[in-house]
Structures are given as structure tokens and as C-alpha cells.
């Protein structure tokens, strides 16, 4: 069905990753390409020059070894890591890239999300290609 899937993962929320991984395969057409992506929330200045000198270096590093070991070694998943707000790199991203589904896990609302969103809902909202959510 779609050439090119992007599947948000957060690493804290591992197991959701598998579950969207093996959804965005199924999604997956023939020759297809599937990009696992990880956004890493940027530190404000004032606390980065407190972290001794190479931590976000490795931690992206470890993110990415992370993203690696979720994909299994399959030729047509690819990790990448950016840096940025998860809602709007997520949709940054995927129009970037020419994405044309994004598969993304969800947890039930709370009464927070109906004042804040969450980062799927937000990305339901305003991506420019299909969005497959799951909880």
C-alpha cells in the first residue's frame, strides 16, 4: 500500500515500537522503505553546559544502537535519530522525507491531553499523508 513509512518510536515505549514495526510491514508495499525515527528533545543551554563534555554525543549514539536492535537488522528499515519538539519534527520529517504514512502508537487520553495533546494526536492533526495511530 505505501512506498515510504515513517514509524515514530519512543525509546521509553519500546514495546509500542515492535507493535507499530510489525503493523508499518504489513502496511509496506513490495520494495517499500520503512524509517524508524527517534526524536531527541533538545536540553536548554544553560543545563547542557552542565553535562560533561560528550553525553549527548553518546546518548544519540545509544539511541540509535537502540533503534538498530528494534529493527533487527532488516535491509528495509532504516534508524534515524533528529533533534526537536516530537510533534512538530515528527511532521517535519515526514513531509521532508515524502512520507507516505506515518504509524504511530498512542496511549489512552487523560484528562492532560485534552489540554496539551499528545504528541500522536498532534501529528493526526496536521500531517500531510496518511496516519495510522494504534493503542
Request: charged share 20%.
Amino acid at each position: 500500500m505505501y512506498k515510504n513509512v515513517l514509524v515514530p518510536v519512543a525509546l521509553d515505549h519500546a514495546e509500542k515500537g515492535n507493535t507499530a514495526l510489525a503493523v508499518a510491514r504489513q502496511l509496506l508495499d513490495q520494495g517499500g522503505q520503512i524509517t524508524l525515527l527517534h526524536v531527541m528533545e533538545e536540553i536548554p543551554g544553560f543545563a547542557a553546559s552542565h553535562l560533561p563534555e560528550g553525553t549527548l554525543r553518546r546518548n544519540e549514539d545509544a539511541a540509535v544502537n537502540a533503534l538498530r536492535e528494534l529493527a533487527g537488522g532488516a535491509g528495509d528499515v532504516t534508524p534515524k535519530v533528529v533533534w526537536g519538539h516530537s510533534g512538530r519534527t515528527i511532521l517535519d520529517y515526514a513531509e521532508d522525507n515524502k512520507t507516505d504514512c506515518i504509524v504511530i502508537a498512542s496511549h489512552k487520553p487523560g484528562l492532560e491531553d485534552y489540554f496539551l495533546g499528545s504528541t500522536a494526536a498532534r501529528v493526526v492533526r496536521h500531517a500531510q499523508c496518511c496516519v495510522h495511530v494504534m493503542r
